[in-house]
Structures are given as C-alpha cells and as structure tokens.
C-alpha cells in the first residue's frame, strides 16, 4: 500500500491499487487513520462533508499533472482529486466519508443506477432505430407510390395535350 500524508492539511495520497484494495475490501478506516498521522483528528461532523469555499485543484505527487476532480462513484457526492494512472488524493475529511459511503453500500446502489441508466439508453437507441426504420419504410413506400405516378402519368394525356385538343377543336 503507497500511502503518503500531509501534516499541514492532513489530506493523504493513495496509490490507485491502494484506493481499489480499500474500496473492494470496505476495509476498516481506522486502519487507514492509524497510519495517517492527523486524519484521526478529524471530526464526525467534518467527515460527513464539508464544502471548501475555494475549489483548490492539485497536481499528481508522482507525474506532476493536474488531477481529476471526480464526484466518487457519480452519487457519493465526496469530490476527490484522481490521476488516472497514478492514485487519489483525498482532504482530510473525505476518505472516512467514502469508506462509510462504501460500507453503507453506496456502491451497490451506484452499480444500480448505472445498470438501470445503461438499460434506459439502450431502450431509447432500440426506439430511435425502430423509429428511423419505419421512417425509411415510408420514404421508400412515397417513392415507389411516385413512381407508380410517373406511370400511370405517361398513359395519360399531359395539360399541354389537353389544351392542345381544346385548341384544336375551336
């Protein structure tokens, strides 16, 4: 586990394979906060989720690129800075947030949501296919409709004929 923390705003980086370990295990925070000097310290209160006034956004401690901000897991409404490659950072207050988040089964019903948002998409692409073929099925009716037209137009005598023969005949 890569772990580093900082004693001024006791926030703490996580390698990704750590925050994966955490989360798959719902591993017991006060392992995590016995090992980060400070986090201990934070109270219940502030754990539930403070919001900063000033949004700060941090680089990777290891590829020195600016992070992510990401709502974790799209509903835990705990913002965290990721680097895709390399690991999270989280605030003092927001790893204890997420580990309850977690061990309350609030990825469950992510897993939930987004199963439900994937089945809905996929029942509005089936509409919209249905819809476009049915479209096609009438463009392709009206001209053959056209064309029969175009026919039954040539056995019949044109305007100009017809005021032709009108002419004629006075």
């Given amino acids: 586990m890569y772990l580093a923390d900082c004693p001024a705003c006791t926030g703490m980086w996580l390698s990704r394979e750590s925050v994966e370990r955490l989360v798959a295990s719902h591993a017991d ?10 986090m201990g310290a934070v109270s219940a209160s502030r754990a539930k989720g403070v919001s900063e006034t000033r ?32 690991g999270t950072w989280f605030d003092a207050h927001e790893l204890p947030a997420l580990l309850e988040f977690v061990r309350r089964g609030g990825l469950d019903v992510a897993r939930k949501r987004e199963t439900l948002a994937l089945a809905d998409e996929r029942r509005r692409l089936e509409r919209e296919r249905t819809i476009r073929t049915q479209a096609e099925h009438v463009r392709s009716d009206r001209g053959a409709a056209w064309l029969l037209s175009e026919r039954d137009d040539s056995r019949r005598p044109s305007l100009f004929s017809l005021l032709g023969d009108l002419l004629n005949r006075a």
């Fill in 55 to 86: 949004v700060l956004y941090r680089r990777c401690p290891e590829c020195n690129a600016m992070m992510n901000r990401v709502n974790y897991a799209r509903i835990s409404g705990i913002v965290v800075d990721v680097c895709k490659t390399h």
């Fill in 29 to 38: 925070d006060a392992i995590v906060l016995a090992l980060a000097p400070g």
